[in-house]
């Protein structure tokens, strides 16, 4: 049984900000396609990085590519519902992400997936601005408050949002972006042990007011993703507050580590459903979206993870969609999605075809 979607549609009207008129913006339109998949029991499929590479191919020439080649798309004949994009390196102007993706091409992607019937997420990585390190640099707990009102580094991050605003305005469509995610857990600048509750909230806060105060970037959904694997208590204690966020979302990954298989699965289906059995409750209660904004098992050694393990984990859930991890093209093992040839592949189509997942032709 699916869990109930108590006051979800509030969702799509208190979201723009109590309009009457839910289809008007098009943040609306796009929280109502949201609230739709989330409604009619149906779930969007979404790739991170899916039309800029995949494993072992990479778009070189993006000027003139038509950026349709797709890792999910030769496995599955559609792409993803949803393609996922990481802006980090924009904050220091650079030409290409963190992960060696042009911005022209994220830019020119982002476009034509939005134009083609998709959606868009970013989510951001940046550097650390107080030591210069990247964002997984924990060597200091001073981050986060250096870029707050009276820090040493706040008027050099307010150039670093400015550049990410500026990026995510020159798409000229409506996104969804997760800034300062898996904020639970210690291994970026903002986690958990790096800063106060309160200063992590400022952050969100800062971010949020720059973007759609400062600059009237108002057709942006904002999404917050805490790691999953954290109890209820955890996951909202470092929670922005209602005005600054329109979806839940939550990061948990499949680790096989030393045991077996089934035993990775069932860790993961416990702690998934776990997490997201309270962000149904949160969301009722909260009047907001959910979805799973990061998921995958890397590599995936198992042959029907897809229908075995992930859609029975996630299919009781109104999520509105659920992305997996990139596939690297540079990293031979690092990838989320199944790619053609692979073993994996036939059990990622038979999970496309099913009812309640949604991807996307074109
Ligand atoms: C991580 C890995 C890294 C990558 C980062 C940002 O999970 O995939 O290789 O640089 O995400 O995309």
């Not at 868009?120 to 990585?125: A, I, R």
């Not at 109104?318 to 199944?338: E, Q």
Request: proline residues 6%.
């Amino acid at each position: 049984m699916r869990h109930a979607l108590p006051q979800i549609a509030l969702c799509a009207l208190t979201a723009c900000g109590g309009n009457p008129k839910p289809m008007e913006t098009p943040k609306d339109q796009l929280v109502h396609r949201l609230f739709t998949y989330a409604e009619q029991g149906k779930i969007a499929y979404g790739h991170q990085d899916d039309l800029a590479y995949g494993h072992a191919w990479c778009v070189s020439d993006w000027e003139n590519d038509p950026l349709e080649r797709s890792d999910v798309k030769a496995v599955t004949g559609q792409y993803p519902v949803v393609i996922g994009f990481d802006l980090g390196g924009i904050e220091l102007a650079d030409s290409c992400n963190l992960d060696g993706v042009p911005f022209g091409l994220i830019r020119k992607a982002a476009k034509a997936h939005v134009e083609r019937g998709g959606m868009v997420t970013f989510s951001w990585h940046p550097r650390n601005p107080l030591t210069g390190g990247d964002a997984w640099d924990i060597s200091s707990d001073e981050v986060v408050r250096s870029v707050l009102p009276g820090g040493e580094k706040v008027q050099e991050f307010r150039t670093w949002l400015q550049r990410a605003a500026d990026f995510i305005e020159s798409i000229g469509e409506p996104v969804v972006f997760r800034p300062w995610h898996e904020n639970v857990g210690s291994w970026f600048w903002w986690g958990g042990k790096l800063c106060s509750a309160q200063e992590y909230q400022e952050l969100y806060r800062q971010t949020w007011i720059y973007f759609t105060r400062e600059r009237g970037l108002k057709d942006i959904l904002w999404c917050y993703s805490p790691n999953g694997n954290c109890p209820p208590q955890e996951y909202m204690s470092r929670y922005p507050g209602d005005e600054f966020v329109d979806i839940l979302g939550v990061d948990t990954y499949e680790y096989v580590g030393e045991g077996s298989l089934e035993e990775a699965s069932a860790r993961y289906t416990e702690e998934l459903k776990s997490a997201l059995t309270y962000l149904t409750a949160l969301s009722a209660e909260h009047h907001k979206l959910m979805c799973l904004s990061e998921t995958g098992l890397e590599g995936l050694p198992d042959p029907t993870w897809w229908t075995a393990t992930l859609e029975p984990a996630i299919r009781d859930f109104s999520i509105s969609y659920v992305l997996t991890w990139r596939n690297a093209h540079d990293k031979p093992g690092h990838f989320y999605a199944a790619w053609e040839g692979f073993e994996n592949a036939a059990d990622m189509k038979a999970f496309s075809e099913l009812d309640n997942i949604d991807f996307l032709t074109y």
